[in-house]
């Protein structure tokens, strides 16, 4: 199931198999690690989510008072995605979509916590789900 979903027997995923998906990470690593938060968040969050919850999803990538900024975190989750770096499992089809990571924790200290995230193809252009 995982070969299908473009990964190799060492849980790497294949970027000649991996299509749009693959790029599609590799340009939010980009944009996010450039600091460009509204065009990371625009590629990033679903085209049908409202201003109003864009933005707070902006806010929360930087941070907000008392809270530590979301991005690093995030950035590190999309890496394991790109990368198959800590990946246990793919669900979905990697064509039209949706594609679920699941994989574990790569923040220190909660690598035994697992983590998913989801993408959806909506018009053509993956985006995250949720």
């Known amino acids: 199931k995982l070969k299908r ?3 190799d027997e060492c849980l790497q995923l294949q970027t000649k198999d991996a ?19 509204e065009a990371f968040v625009k590629a990033f969050v679903a085209p049908d989510v409202d201003a109003e919850d864009r933005a707070d999803f902006l806010q929360r990538l930087r941070g907000t008072d008392g809270e530590e900024a979301l991005l690093p975190d995030l950035l ?6 790109a990368t198959g770096e800590g990946v246990y499992q ?41």
Request: glycine share 14%.
């Open 76 to 81: 590190e989750e999309l890496k394991c995605c």
């Open 19 to 37: 299509g749009d998906l693959q790029a599609k990470l590799e340009e939010l690593l980009v944009l996010g690690r450039s600091g460009n938060l």
């Open 90 to 130: 793919v669900e979905g089809d990697k064509k039209s979509g949706p594609v679920v990571f699941h994989f574990h924790s790569p923040k220190k200290g909660c690598e035994q916590i697992d983590r998913e995230v989801a993408f959806v193809k909506t018009k053509g252009k993956w985006h995250a789900e949720g």
């Open 5 to 7: 979903l473009g990964y």
